[in-house]
């Protein structure tokens, strides 16, 4: 469970007369980033820069991420860009700075602070929202074991979305995917094994 950008988000501010636009988006994969990233672009063509950085996975997450300086000195726009939205708790997230040049150079520490400031600020701003990810299974067993299931359920954060009460009982149970493998456990135990969990598919609910 994580939080991602309830809808796009955009900030502008002056710095020593160089206007700094910043946008925020939600980009779930890496094809979504580039397609925003391709969309400011296009929006502002004529700008100086547009810089970016992206997250297109959960909050911290390394290994779907993407930055560019677009033009600026190495290492001054792109890379502090990307460290803000690794520290933001917030995934699946897309960040492009656009700058106009007001003539006035700011240095590399300048650009810097610049770049990942604008960042920090839309964050401030932007709205966002949870998303869970979940996994649905079903699980069969005796009708002895029914009561102790159900009151394991909620310290899993899980829930029964579906019950058939016939030779057996079957309950179709939604529970986020990190707490399955012990879930899936702590009932073999309570059950000694005679418990089966079949119809395993995972997804997303975004709340």
């Known amino acids: 469970m994580y939080t991602i950008p309830a809808k796009p988000y955009r900030t502008t501010e002056t710095i020593k007369r160089s206007k700094f636009i910043a946008s925020l988006a939600h980009a779930p994969t890496i094809k979504d980033a580039k397609a925003f990233i391709v969309s400011i672009s296009n929006e502002f063509p004529?700008?100086?820069?547009?810089?970016?950085?992206?997250?297109?996975?959960?909050?911290?997450?390394?290994?779907?991420?993407?930055?560019?300086?677009d033009g600026?000195?190495?290492?001054?726009?792109?890379?502090p860009m990307l460290t803000v939205l690794l520290h933001s708790e917030?995934?699946?997230?897309?960040?492009?700075?656009?700058?106009?040049?007001?003539g006035t150079?700011?240095?590399?520490?300048?650009?810097?602070?610049?770049?990942?400031?604008?960042?920090?600020?839309?964050?401030?701003?932007?709205?966002?929202?949870?998303?869970?990810d979940l996994t649905t299974l079903t699980a069969v067993l005796n009708y002895?074991?029914?009561?102790?299931?159900?009151?394991?359920?909620?310290?899993?954060?899980?829930?029964?979305?579906e019950e058939k009460y016939e030779a057996e009982v079957s309950f179709k149970i939604e529970i986020p995917k990190n707490k399955e493998?012990?879930?899936?456990?702590?009932?073999?135990?309570?059950?000694?094994g005679d418990v089966d969990f079949k119809q395993r598919k995972q997804g997303n609910v975004v709340d």
């Open 46 to 69: 004529d700008a100086t820069h547009n810089c970016y950085a992206y997250v297109a996975g959960p909050p911290g997450d390394t290994s779907r991420v993407g930055l560019s300086d």
């Open 144 to 161: 002895t074991k029914v009561t102790p299931i159900k009151q394991m359920l909620q310290s899993f954060h899980a829930q029964i979305i």
């Open 90 to 102: 917030i995934g699946e997230i897309v960040a492009v700075v656009t700058r106009y040049f007001g």
């Open 105 to 132: 150079k700011l240095g590399t520490g300048g650009l810097v602070n610049a770049y990942s400031g604008s960042v920090k600020n839309a964050l401030a701003g932007l709205k966002i929202k949870t998303k869970r």
């Open 72 to 79: 600026e000195p190495h290492g001054t726009a792109g890379k």
């Open 181 to 192: 493998a012990e879930f899936v456990r702590m009932v073999t135990n309570l059950t000694g």
